[in-house]
């Protein structure tokens, strides 16, 4: 494939953006100036928002594909988490250069993917040049029942703590790309590292789990910055306390190796971020239900902790009850970079 700059905005959206707007007729096939996006009859509209910047959340030679996916992914684990399915996204471009044809061929490929695995189509944006690193900006839009959506502020003492999927794989893989010999060192076989790195360049929100966390939690939200920080996070909103008990935090078969070889600690995938999982809170009464749901959905969920009162507050705590001291929580973008 030529590595031909491509000449011009227009042309960049005719031939790569445009046919990523298909079959939405609200983008009007990127020829206008805004989108039209309509809820259904009884529905409402829940936004969110999200940049990724090279250097901070990938490495500026990473697979254009796997920049775009992940751009999408990000904003899509948002939704999920509130209960909302996927419907359509704007995105924002901030190129240092005009592209390459092979790399935005790459590019769009990889949002096209994007695009199928979570329900949603290219509505709008914009294309910038920047003298700084390549950021993908995206805006995303879900649909829910009206007054449907799950917040992080409505947990209550005695709820239920759930994750979806496991915990610390994207960590692993970030800590795999700046060392390249820890999985040979940890004894993880080619699967198994492919497995840690297309978690950290590629993840992958239960997009199947909405309808169930809609249906079943008092209250949720998508862990991006590190279980720890983000279950602190919700239980500050909520005005509660509540403890994770470590033991309980699931973990990939390639990522219990990593840490029952001493490459990494349960801490470190615990406050590690980017698992873009959901984290559920949910009333004893409606568990077994939320597992069901979960089971049917095909998407896993794993009990790990509860929440208390305010005044006994947020702690992690090993097998014997005792406190797991954390360190930094997690992921913090004025002081993280890759």
Same mark, same amino acid.
């Given at each position: 494939m030529?590595n031909?700059?491509?000449?011009s905005?227009?042309?960049l959206?005719?031939e790569?953006l445009?046919p990523l707007?298909?079959g939405?007729?609200?983008a009007?096939?990127l020829?206008? /100036?805004?989108?039209?996006?309509?809820?259904g009859?009884g529905?409402?509209?829940?936004?969110t928002?999200?940049?990724i910047?090279?250097g901070?959340?990938? *490495?500026?030679?990473?697979?254009?594909?796997a920049?775009?996916w992940?751009?999408?992914?990000v904003?899509?684990?948002?939704?999920?988490?509130?209960g909302?399915?996927?419907?359509? #996204? =704007?995105?924002t471009?901030?190129?240092?250069e005009?592209?390459?044809?092979?790399?935005?061929?790459a590019?769009?490929?990889?949002l096209?993917?994007?695009q199928e695995?979570? +329900? !949603?189509?290219?509505?709008g +944006?914009?294309?910038?040049?920047?003298?700084?690193? =390549?950021?993908?900006?995206?805006?995303? *839009?879900?649909t829910?029942?009206?007054?449907?959506?799950?917040?992080?502020?409505?947990? @209550?003492? +005695?709820?239920?703590? #759930?994750?979806?999927g496991?915990?610390?794989?994207?960590?692993?893989? =970030?800590k795999q790309?700046?060392d390249?010999?820890?999985?040979?060192?940890c004894?993880?076989?080619k699967?198994?590292? /492919?497995?840690?790195?297309?978690? #950290?360049?590629?993840?992958?929100?239960?997009?199947?789990i909405? @309808?169930?966390?809609?249906? !079943?939690?008092?209250?949720?939200?998508d862990?991006s910055d590190?279980?720890?920080?983000?279950?602190?996070?919700? !239980?500050?909103?909520?005005?509660?306390?509540?403890?994770?008990?470590a033991?309980?935090?699931?973990l990939?078969?390639?990522?219990?190796?990593?840490?029952?070889?001493?490459?990494?600690?349960?801490?470190d995938?615990m406050?590690?971020?980017?698992? #873009?999982?959901? =984290?559920?809170?949910?009333?004893?009464?409606?568990?077994?239900?939320?597992?069901r749901?979960?089971?049917?959905?095909r998407?896993?969920?794993t009990?790990?902790?509860?929440?208390?009162?305010?005044d006994d507050?947020?702690?992690?705590? /090993?097998?014997?009850?005792?406190?797991?001291?954390?360190?930094?929580?997690?992921?913090?973008?004025?002081?993280?970079?890759?």
């Amino acid at each position: 494939m030529a590595n031909d700059r491509i000449d011009s905005e227009e042309a960049l959206i005719d031939e790569f953006l445009a046919p990523l707007a298909a079959g939405f007729s609200g983008a009007f096939g990127l020829a206008d /100036d805004c989108a039209v996006i309509a809820p259904g009859a009884g529905e409402e509209l829940v936004v969110t928002t999200d940049a990724i910047v090279a250097g901070v959340h990938f *490495f500026a030679d990473e697979d254009p594909g796997a920049i775009a996916w992940k751009a999408l992914a990000v904003n899509v684990s948002d939704l999920i988490a509130k209960g909302a399915a996927p419907i359509a #996204y =704007l995105m924002t471009l901030a190129l240092p250069e005009a592209p390459e044809r092979g790399w935005f061929t790459a590019f769009s490929n990889g949002l096209r993917r994007a695009q199928e695995a979570f +329900g !949603c189509t290219l509505a709008g +944006g914009d294309t910038d040049r920047t003298p700084n690193e =390549l950021s993908v900006s995206i805006t995303a *839009f879900g649909t829910i029942p009206a007054g449907a959506i799950v917040r992080r502020s409505c947990a @209550r003492p +005695g709820d239920h703590v #759930y994750v979806s999927g496991t915990i610390g794989d994207a960590t692993l893989g =970030l800590k795999q790309r700046r060392d390249a010999s820890l999985g040979l060192r940890c004894g993880l076989d080619k699967a198994g590292r /492919d497995h840690l790195d297309a978690r #950290y360049c590629m993840p992958v929100p239960p997009v199947g789990i909405a @309808r169930v966390v809609r249906s !079943c939690a008092r209250a949720a939200m998508d862990i991006s910055d590190g279980l720890v920080k983000d279950f602190s996070r919700l !239980c500050r909103a909520s005005g509660t306390g509540g403890r994770i008990e470590a033991a309980r935090v699931p973990l990939s078969s390639p990522a219990r190796t990593v840490v029952n070889s001493g490459g990494a600690t349960l801490v470190d995938l615990m406050t590690g971020g980017e698992d #873009y999982e959901v =984290l559920a809170m949910v009333r004893p009464d409606r568990a077994e239900e939320f597992e069901r749901q979960a089971a049917a959905a095909r998407t896993q969920v794993t009990r790990i902790g509860s929440i208390a009162g305010a005044d006994d507050g947020i702690s992690v705590v /090993d097998e014997m009850g005792h406190r797991v001291p954390v360190g930094q929580a997690g992921w913090d973008h004025f002081l993280g970079h890759i």
